[in-house]
């Protein structure tokens, strides 16, 4: 097996699996395309994570990366949480192997965009439920000059649909036939 | 606990039998050179020749038509370029499907990058090649079809009778890639009307690393392994003779035997089926009839591939995936696509596959693993929400 022991431990026994009830941050990134998907709820309570779970769709690479990034964020302040990585994650997880370090390695981005959520619903800024359909590149990075793609890295000119390197999809859409049927309650 | 082994695609285990034959031609300490002149080759010659006869026998060719080679993928590509370069005067395009294994698909995309031209024939949603589309693709300078006998990932088996009447008509040269059906199936050259025909011997019980060409008289093509005269100067290197030991022995055995196990293998395909019936969400892939019965392709809607076979494997089954993440190049399967499934779907994607090693009780076993892995990630899921 190509995974270290501590990604196959957190792989096996995933901690923290679920999704909090009224939650005060949501943060959800990925897409069932390409194989992984993850959605991070938190609890804030003086600043700090009071209460993280996770919920997972994709590789034993993206279990263990989510349950990693739970346990690491959890009683964290938002401070020390926004300063977790990709790279801190993995080194964690004992490393991961070379092909699955962008695209099953989202728990961050998935924390830090719980985060952000909790600052933006605080400040009156979000809706409580999304649109049934939001597209939005998940690869911008602060300044908004320029866009990542979030699996490969490289820089696009441009919000594009697909890399113009690896081909992967760099929208987050919820408008998949998959989704519209799991979602409606 | 001994492993429930449902990934025969992959590689079958040894027929006793087959073990015993090649460890008896060890201990007779066979080691002779069938070219040799002196007796010790005659010996190997006449090992050799009786492999031969038993794989001829096992496809009812002729014995002068079979050529040892060290897989199928070598057969394949021996079969694609051997033709694309001793033809290339007559013409240089070549007709194939959207569904082959890599070892055809690559091969005929390395010519198309070396200036021949290639007709990728569609398949329907059960990944079946219409026979029409076929025909219709056939060009003055056609020279080459190749379609598979039987999908290694949807064991889809595909109408190559009638494919192999139309090339016969427009006489071009027609390949099968019967890697996954032959020795399972019935397979029969002269019914299917094929010219040249890959197989290897770990899809029948035989070893790993020994395969044959089947190429009928008078078909043109060029050898792959060029640099002697063995096998009647089609593929030169001395012949790995464990492999034709134990290739001969599988043939042989695969022929008597194969009532028999086609009969426990559609046990083991109902027993799979009716178990697929109790869990919800899944979608079946490939055809209902039409297809190998040693094999259950199958997408399990709202998770990923690759950690089902993980905690498969742990609960002791191992079984195979086509889910992206899970493939080197984290590509999603081109036979799923071809047939249509989203790639959402596809995603969840596993292969049973098994032999005559398996019983209904392993099925079994598997099925709670499966089961409770199952439910175990769809918990996890985002996508995923009871009722």
Known sequence: MQYSEVVMDHFKKPRNVGTIENPDGTGEVGNPICGDMMTITIKVKDDRIDDIKFNTFGCGAAIAVSSMVTEMARGKTLEEAMNITKESVAKSLGGLPKNKLHCSNLGADALHKAITNYYERKEGKVRETREVVKVEHIGEREGKEKCYCPYCDTGLPEPAPLCTRCGKPTLERTDFPILKGAKKE | ????????????????????????????????????????????????????????????????????????????????????????????????????????????????????????????????????????????????????????????????????????????????????????????????????????????????????????????????????????????????????????????????EMPRRTEHLLKLKKAVMDRLGTIDKIVLNGHPEKSMPGLVSFSVEYIEGESMMMMLDEEGVSISTRSACASGSLRTSHVLIATGIDHATAQGTLVFSYGIDIAVEDIDKAFEALRKSVAFLRNMSPLYKKG
């Open chain 2, 1 to 256: 606990m001994k492993a429930i082994y449902l990934d025969h695609i992959s590689g079958n285990p040894l027929h006793p039998q087959v073990k015993e034959a090649i460890i008896d031609y060890i201990q007779k300490d066979g080691f002779g050179n069938p070219v040799s002149q002196h007796s010790i080759g005659d010996a190997a010659m006449e090992i050799l020749e009786d492999a031969r006869a038993k794989v001829a026998q096992l496809i009812n060719a002729d014995p002068q038509e079979i050529v040892f080679t060290s897989c199928g993928t070598e057969s394949n590509n021996h079969a694609i370029k051997g033709v694309a370069f001793a033809r290339a005067k007559k013409g240089k395009h070549i007709i194939t499907s959207n569904i082959e294994h890599q070892s055809v698909a690559r091969p005929i995309r390395m010519l198309s990058q070396m200036g021949y031209n290639v007709t990728s024939v569609s398949v329907d949603k059960y990944g079946i090649v219409n026979p029409a589309d076929v025909e219709k693709a056939i060009r003055e300078d056609t020279i080459l079809i190749s379609i598979m006998h039987a999908n290694n990932e949807i064991g889809t088996i595909e109408p190559i009778a009638e494919i192999g009447r139309i090339a016969k008509t427009k006489e071009v040269t027609f390949h099968t890639d019967a890697v996954v059906s032959c020795g399972n199936i019935p397979v029969d050259v002269d019914e299917m009307g094929v010219d040249l025909m890959s197989i290897a011997a770990n899809q029948f019980y035989g070893p790993a690393g020994i395969g044959a060409l089947y190429i009928r008289e008078k078909t043109r093509l060029l050898p792959l392994i060029d640099g002697g005269v063995q096998e009647n100067n089609r593929r030169a290197g001395t012949p790995n003779m464990l492999g034709v030991v134990g290739m001969g022995k599988a043939a042989e055995l695969a022929r008597v």
